[in-house]
Nanobody, 121 residues
């Protein structure tokens, strides 16, 4: 199995910055894309940003130019730097990893535990 542990987040005023990190561990055979989703109260979970094993990044339009997703050289940690935060960025943020474990070589989605990000106006 693959375990994901998130850290970071918290409360910040509008215009401020926060960062999130997510570390993958366990019986990892390989990791493909790593990224972030978020879910605001009363809304569906939505894609925020992702980075492939080759370093290609993608973002939802609402965060382009403000958020940056990156991963470490070992490809086991993904980070989300969030700048110029807005109240509408308030949500629980979830790390998502597409990976193969050593016990199951099919690509599966794994999720972090979720981290609250609150942006006050």
């Amino acid at each position: 199995q693959v375990q994901l542990v998130q850290s970071g987040g918290g409360l910040v005023q509008a215009g401020g910055s926060l960062s999130l990190s997510c570390a993958a561990s366990g019986s990892i055979f390989s990791i493909n894309a790593m990224g972030w989703y978020r879910q605001a109260p009363g809304k569906q979970r939505e894609f925020v940003a992702a980075i492939t094993s080759g370093g290609t990044t993608s973002y939802v339009d609402s965060v382009k130019g403000r958020f940056t997703v990156s991963r470490d050289n070992a490809n086991t940690m993904v980070r989300l730097q969030m700048n110029s935060l807005k109240p509408e960025d308030t949500a629980v943020y979830y790390c998502n990893v597409a990976a193969r474990s050593t016990s199951d070589l099919r690509i599966r989605d794994y999720w972090g535990q979720g981290t609250q990000v609150t942006v006050s106006s």
